[in-house]
């Protein structure tokens, strides 16, 4: 089963809308997906990825 992160980022209300969308573009570059948008007076965005898979340890290192 996939695991995720999540983030929450919030944003003033009434600004830039091309701030918002620079700041999205940024985060979905690095693999965040922007899931739910909400707020009035703060825009709030949930966003996840996916975790990042650790790489498995050989038997030498394990020994070590």
């Given amino acids: 089963?996939?695991?995720y992160e999540y983030r929450?980022?919030?944003l003033?209300?009434?600004g830039s809308v091309t701030h918002l969308?620079?700041?999205m573009s940024h985060m979905i570059v690095e693999?965040?997906?922007p899931i739910m948008m909400s707020g009035n007076e703060v825009v709030n965005i949930l966003l996840r990825?996916?975790?990042q898979q650790k790489p498995a340890q050989s038997d030498k290192q394990?020994?070590?």
Avoid: D, F, K, T
């Fill in 12 to 14: 003033p209300a009434g």
């Fill in 8 to 10: 929450v980022v919030q």
């Fill in 21 to 23: 969308n620079e700041r």
């Fill in 31 to 33: 693999g965040w997906e």
């Fill in 62 to 64: 394990q020994e070590s």
């Fill in 49 to 51: 990825r996916p975790l």
């Fill in 1 to 3: 089963m996939a695991g």
